[in-house]
């Protein structure tokens, strides 16, 4: 997951957002689990920054996810938990190719007034194998928007 994170870690700090990268990282980590755990090879996580976060994570299973109260003795199970705990809100939309799991967090944004509170909007595409290796990032994002 760390290389999937590098350049949308980078972003948040950029944009003044430094404070949100720990509860982010966390939500996006859950999401991304989720995904290669479940889904098929391709896999595509998106940032976007305007008047609040919105993390997507986008993949091929097009099962509805569904949040259940883990068991203190289970293993798994707590991972759409800690996302409707940590965001303000959650959801999943589908599509004709399967699904896109997103999470808003609130920010108060510190940059400059002439971005207009929009940062970016960051797309990082992971293929992944099921072989239990890490997925690779190519970093495909379209940058900063102002």
Known sequence: M????ARPGLQLTLCGLAGLLFTTEL?????????????????ELRLIGHDVLVGEVTESNSTQPCMRRARTTDEGGRGLFLVAQLGARWGCRHSQNGKTIWSKQLV?????ASRGGSCWDQRTNL?????????QSPSSGTGPIG
């Open 2 to 5: 760390r290389n999937a994170w």
């Open 27 to 43: 939500i996006v980590s859950e999401l991304l689990t989720n995904a290669i755990h479940y889904g098929r090879p391709l896999v």
């Open 108 to 112: 108060s944004w510190s940059v400059p």
């Open 127 to 135: 293929t992944t194998a099921r072989t239990g290796s890490t997925p």
